[in-house]
């Protein structure tokens, strides 16, 4: 049964810190995605790479937030210093093709809570 | 203002009732309108996804439907079951990746 696999589940961790958030998209999709679920904006799109090259990163704060795939199997997150607005369940999808009208498939979300 | 409304933002049914869950978008260009189920502390997950040429969907008891004219859409589920409990989300995609989110309405299906 393939899945997207999120590490860490939850995360706690002080301002200031940095978290690193990983994804393992399904083997075979090509489309990888980074959102953001909160209870006030719902969920909004972060960044997404194809073929493991950034599409599009305009949802992300980039003063503090990167993301990467060092390679097909692994996305990675990453939050440099954390705040306490970043708390959020994020979530990581792939996709197989282009993406555009396909099943985006979604992981289980790391739960940040930044103190 | 949202791009993406939907409402009712909660619903109570009773076990077997039926139920019709509302979308409404204003974002342009449109390439695609889905639904996902997402369950409490669970990723979202797809029910449908209909194309601008598509005006009806079905997937078990889940019946989406689409009139890109008036920019709408609505969620069916017939013979609701416990199972159902959870938040259903409409999804508006553009004609690149990006997907935009509505609030979500909140369903409790009571025994």
């Known amino acids: 049964d393939a899945r997207v696999t999120q590490t860490p589940r939850d995360k706690v961790t002080e301002m200031g810190q940095e978290v690193t958030m990983r994804c393992q998209p399904i083997l075979g999709h090509n489309t990888v995605f980074w959102y953001r679920q909160t209870m006030m904006q719902g969920l909004e799109l972060l960044a997404y790479?194809?073929?493991?090259?950034?599409?599009?990163d305009s949802g992300m704060p980039k003063d503090r937030f990167s993301a990467e795939m060092p390679d097909a199997t692994l996305a990675t997150l990453k939050i440099q210093p954390s705040e306490p607005r970043d708390s959020a369940v994020y979530f990581c999808?792939?996709?197989?093709?282009?993406?555009?009208?396909?099943?985006?498939?979604f992981g289980p979300g790391t739960r940040l809570l930044v103190l | 203002k949202n791009q993406v409304e939907q409402s009712p933002q909660s619903l109570i049914i009773l076990e077997g009732k039926n139920c019709t869950l509302q979308?409404?978008?204003?974002?342009?260009?449109?390439?695609?309108l889905r639904w996902y189920k997402q369950d409490t502390g669970r990723g979202p997950v797809s029910l449908t996804i209909?194309?601008?040429?598509?005006n009806t969907k079905s997937n078990g008891r889940y019946t989406a439907t689409l009139d890109a004219d008036t920019k709408q859409s609505s969620l069916h589920i017939t013979a609701s079951q416990l199972s159902d409990s959870a938040s259903y989300i409409c999804v508006h995609g553009d004609s690149s990746y990006k997907l935009i989110f509505g609030s979500g309405t909140r369903l409790l299906v009571r025994p």
């Open positions: 209909m194309t601008f040429s598509e």
């Open positions: 979308c409404n978008y204003t974002v342009s260009p449109f390439s695609n």
């Open positions: 999808a792939s996709a197989l093709g282009r993406g555009l009208q396909e099943t985006q498939y």
């Open positions: 790479f194809r073929n493991r090259a950034p599409l599009d």
